[in-house]
């Protein structure tokens, strides 16, 4: 969905949906194209997000009130459902409406933004939310995946570079940061960022200044940061992976975006939401969403979350030549990959996990080929766990032997 300015409703922890919204409805209207250059401004946005006022236009790319008009079969009397969209962001659960308010609270100030969660959670969304709703909605909003730039070229994406500071640097290029001054450079995957370059970056992050490749001359930047992982860079900094000082200096501000599976409510806002955008898009005429189909696409964990909701939508909605979404469930696995009701503990996932690894080393523990290099753990800690967990070579033959013969 679009990152464009969107109005901002409030967000109110104690209701059921969006103030001036009927919950569990979908209205989507069209913003007149000036409307984000209308008088007021940052401050009118967020005037409204303090006092609450709804306004009259909201949008989201492509959706108009005759691309939402999608029912469950089991509707008694169908009627335009209002769906909740807060900057390109569907939905009106309460760890959603969390994350929101963090949103409204931070993008004010210049303030340091990390955002953690899964892959697919929408972390590039929250990432515009935060510049479109901040001073500095009127300059550059960049991004930069950290992770799909070899190393010998992250330097020079990052800082730029000279004419013949390198083979191949034929003119002078402008970076990342200088691309991105007096507004807001997101750097997505941060903690992909190798070791050797993390000690430069932290210097631009304090500083605000840097030098080109190939350049002894210092240049300064008003950038705002706003970075992105779906890493634990706290383990990462323990196993000597990210620095300390570089992720102090990121923290500033956490916000963490909830999977999907923790706000599952917000399911058939989404659903309805993905259908009339490719419904518009291939021409199709899909009306109808069976009751059953909502209910397993409810119920599914969803560990590609919302970017493979999103996706299955797609495919359901090219497999669907009438009005009735025709959703290939069979492709989401069986019942056991469905909201599992008895999931296993901790110490059962890590048993299982250890002695999986063990078998696969033929029992050998140590040495480089060993369970506990595959497991990166220490020998000694290993064995420790092993003996916790009470797994031996004898306890696997005394099970195996305990199997009843074939006849």
Known sequence: MSGNPLSIPRLDSNSDGIH???????????QHPSAAASKGGFAERRRSARHGHVQEEQYVAGLSPEDVRLRCESSPAPREAELHIFEGMVGSSLPLRRTLEQIMTVASTDATVLIQG???????????????????????????????????LLESELFGHE??????????????????NQGTLFLDEIGDIPLELQAKLLRVLQEQEFERLGSNLTQQVNVRIV?????????MIVQKQFRSDLYFRLNIFPVVVPPLRERREDIPMLVNAFVAEYV??????????????????????????????????????????????????????????INDANPQTLAQAESDCILKAIKQADWVIGGPKGAANRLGLKRTTLIGKMRKLGLSRSMEAAAWSSRPCPE
Request: aromatic share 6%; net charge positive.
């Open 20 to 30: 001036g919204m009927t919950p569990g409805a979908m209205n989507v209207t069209r």
């Open 118 to 152: 899964e892959t697919g959670t929408g972390k590039e969304l929250i990432a515009r939310a935060v510049h479109n709703l901040s001073p500095r909605h009127g300059h550059n909003f960049v991004r930069f995946n950290c992770a799909a730039i070899p190393l010998g």
């Open 163 to 180: 004419k013949g500071a390198f083979t191949g640097a034929i003119a002078r290029k402008m970076g990342r940061f200088e691309l991105a």
């Open 227 to 235: 970075a992105a992982t779906h890493r634990d860079l706290k383990y």
């Open 280 to 337: 518009r898009r291939m021409n199709r005429r899909v009306e109808t969403i069976p009751e059953d189909t909502m209910r397993v696409l409810t119920q599914y964990d969803w560990p590609g979350n919302v970017r493979e909701l999103r996706n299955f939508i797609e495919r359901a909605v090219i497999l669907s030549p009438d009005a009735v979404l025709r959703a290939p469930l069979e492709s989401l696995g069986g019942p056991e990959q």
